[in-house]
């Protein structure tokens, strides 16, 4: 009994000096709590305001009064849940419909969905390739194709970020083998870099290889028309592959897809094993999400207002100084390099009404701390310069140069 209490004792006491070890170094990530709908100003527990600066919620659809009408009325049709797999019972025509719409948005042949992006991901590569072939990632993919391509049995082979020479290595490296994909998130959300997906798509004809692309921040505003990575590279047509999720841009819930040739599709249906076995998507939102679809096929306008806001907040921060990692996306990483100023900052940008997280490693490299904005088409330009004034007091109070670590 005693070695039995031991045994207990040992494991719950490592457990917490490991917790208590991330909170000494600064690591341990705490948990918001919001008492309101999720939008561009939220509330906190206590019921203060927020601008809230951290969401994936670019399109500002999260907590719009339309998406929950469109979700009550699938929920009024469809009823709450399917208790059911897809194949056994629990497929119904709103998530054949919205399989069909996200593949004609996308611009791909057919469509699959599942449960999160994680899962679409996590089941993606396993039953494509074995060992005869050949991955190639980027070295900062998400966790997600990072996992699925372990639980996969083909060569891997890892470029360096976003280094288009490297990645012809790799392709090089890769040449004896049968099947070559080249597997890249659309946009990196940790510094809003957008992969060259030209490059890319050049590289890839040159070495007969497939490409996949995840475009989980992409979906819904990248591109002329909300279309994603492709469309904002003019590479349409030339991608095989693309995961993506519901729960960013699209309205926010949760949900996954992976849409390519009806074959790829097909075969995942048969043997993708976070599809096969765990449960189907709540009809809520799998008809919330067509009315999102619809929507963004009617009109560029949020997409538009996204950019706009997006344009308006890399100037302003910019312009005050501070350092930023540059590009277009409506990521904006501002730079502290310090894990425990990257928290202090948040926290003290928390007090001031602002809501945006703190990044540190190994969510991102050792030394490349900070905290991550995120616009949204729902942030107003007064919510905006309310940032903006919080950004330049708290440099202040906690007595920085504006560029810290310049
Ligand atoms: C968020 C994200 C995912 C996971 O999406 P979920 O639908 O929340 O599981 C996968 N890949 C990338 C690149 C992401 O940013």
């Known amino acids: 009994m005693n070695a039995v209490n031991d045994m207990r004792h040992n494991f719950f006491n490592g457990l917490q000096q490991n917790l208590d070890g991330l909170r000494e170094q600064g ?3 705490p948990e918001r709590v919001i008492s309101s709908r999720q939008g561009s100003e939220v509330l906190s ?15 500002g659809l999260s907590g719009e009064e339309w998406m929950v009408q469109a979700a009550r009325r699938a929920t009024d049709q469809f009823g ?3 208790s059911s797999v897809r194949f056994i019972c629990g497929t119904q025509t709103v998530h054949k419909q919205l399989e069909k719409e996200l593949a004609q948005f996308l611009g791909m042949e057919d469509c699959i969905l599942y449960a999160a992006a994680f899962d679409a991901n996590g089941g993606l590569f396993e039953p494509l390739f074995d060992e005869q072939d050949a991955i190639i990632s980027d070295a900062l993919n998400h966790a997600s194709i990072i996992d699925g391509i372990r ?3 083909a060569a891997r082979y890892r470029y360096e970020h976003n280094n288009m020479a490297d990645l012809e290595a790799q392709l090089q490296a890769a040449s004896g083998k049968r099947h070559k994909i080249i597997v890249t998130d659309g946009v990196f959300s940790m510094d809003g870099t957008v992969a060259q997906l030209d490059k890319i798509c ?3 004809d040159k070495y007969q290889a497939l490409v996949m692309i995840d475009e989980c921040h992409a979906t819904g505003f990248m591109g002329r028309s909300g279309r994603g990575t492709h469309e904002h590279h003019d590479v349409m047509g030339r991608i095989d592959i693309i995961t993506g999720t519901l729960g960013k841009a699209l309205g926010g819930a949760m949900g996954g897809f992976t849409c390519a040739k009806k074959e790829v599709i097909e075969t995942l249906r048969q043997k993708s094993r976070p599809y096969l076995f765990s449960n189907s998507l709540a009809p809520s939102i799998a008809g919330a999400s067509i009315a999102v679809l619809q929507k963004l096929t009617q009109t560029t306008e949020l997409r538009d207002r996204l950019h706009a806001n997006t ?3 890399r100037r302003e921060i910019a312009k005050l100084g501070f350092s930023i990692k540059p590009g277009m996306h409506p990521v904006v990483p501002v730079m502290l390099y310090d894990a425990q100023l990257a928290q202090k900052y948040a926290q003290r940008m928390y007090e001031l009404g602002i809501l945006l997280s703190g990044f540190f490693y190994p969510v991102v490299p050792m030394g490349q701390a900070r905290v991550r904005v995120q616009i949204s088409a729902g942030h107003s330009i007064e919510q905006l310069d309310r940032a903006l004034n919080a950004f330049v007091q708290t440099s202040r109070e906690l007595g920085l140069p504006k560029k810290p670590g310049a």
């Open 27 to 29: 690591l341990f990530k």
């Open 311 to 313: 344009s308006y907040f």
């Open 202 to 204: 050049n590289l890839a």
């Open 45 to 59: 527990e206590d019921g203060r305001k927020l601008v809230n600066m951290c969401a994936n919620n670019y399109l």
């Open 80 to 82: 709450y849940g399917l």
């Open 151 to 153: 639980l996969c049995k």
